[in-house]
T-cell receptor
Framework: ETGVTQTPRHLVMGMTNKKSLKCEQH?????MYWYKQSAKKPLELMFV???????ENNSVPSRFSPECPNSSHLFLHLHTLQPEDSALYLC??????????????FGEGSWLTVV | GENVEQHPSTLSVQEGDSAVIKCTYS??????FPWYKQELGKRPQLIID?????GEKKDQRIAVTLNKTAKHFSLHITETQPEDSAVYFC???????????FGSGTRLSIRP
């Protein structure tokens, strides 16, 4: 299944590093999402992009910076992270039709470890 | 704000028995209720969904029921099998929102 692909699958970074997570969707959807999954909060919404505009930002610290250059690509830029940011980061996409029938398709996730 | 509560957080059932997971939602405008299954080390995947104009939907051993008045919806798995062991997430969304709200998940274990 290649609907939503994420790279890298695993990332280890120091607290002073700058890295990026990449997501690409091949489903022709008009919305993309970043979720954080950890033991404390199983599926925590971070950002939503609809038609390449950010429409949701759930009080995420500025050390996480999203970028959506087009409807198929989504990035999460990471800098000066903390150990508590270690988690699985899931990208997702959906087709927003205005009906509310919003099926989310997830990528495999990027496992991030901050040391 | 919008909220989806899910219970129980963990559930262990004997193979062959039924499992029920319950969710409540706060936004009365919610009109779509999907359920996702996440196996260990894998991505969450949609297993069944229900729209607000329907009270019940079945797909083989899986069924979902919706009570709009009480703002409750539930997932029912009958004749459970080892491959049903996973974390299950309920969710709710509405036409006015660009996001979907997930419950906190239920870890289901099937005992042999």
């Amino acid at each position: 299944e290649t609907g939503v692909t994420q790279t890298p699958r695993h990332l280890v970074m120091g607290m002073t590093n700058k890295k990026s997570l990449k997501c690409e969707q091949h489903l022709g959807h008009n919305a993309m999402y970043w979720y954080k999954q950890s033991a404390k909060k199983p599926l925590e919404l971070m950002f939503v992009y609809s038609l390449e505009e950010r429409v949701e930002n759930n009080s995420v610290p500025s050390r996480f910076s999203p970028e959506c250059p087009n409807s198929s690509h989504l990035f999460l830029h990471l800098h000066t992270l903390q150990p508590e940011d270690s988690a699985l980061y899931l990208c997702a996409s959906s087709q927003l039709t205005g009906t509310g029938w919003n099926t989310i398709y997830f990528g495999e996730g990027s496992w991030l470890t901050v040391v | 704000g919008e909220n989806v509560e899910q219970h129980p957080s963990t559930l262990s059932v004997q193979e062959g028995d039924s499992a029920v997971i319950k969710c409540t939602y706060s936004d009365s405008a919610s009109n779509y209720f999907p359920w996702y299954k996440q196996e260990l080390g894998k991505r969450p995947q949609l297993i069944i969904d229900i729209r607000s104009n329907v009270g019940e939907k079945k797909d083989q051993r899986i069924a979902v029921t919706l009570n709009k008045t009480a703002k409750h919806f539930s997932l029912h798995i009958t004749e459970t099998q080892p491959e049903d062991s996973a974390v299950y997430f309920c969710a709710a969304s509405s036409s006015s929102a660009s996001k979907i709200i997930f419950g906190s998940g239920t870890r289901l274990s099937i005992r042999p």
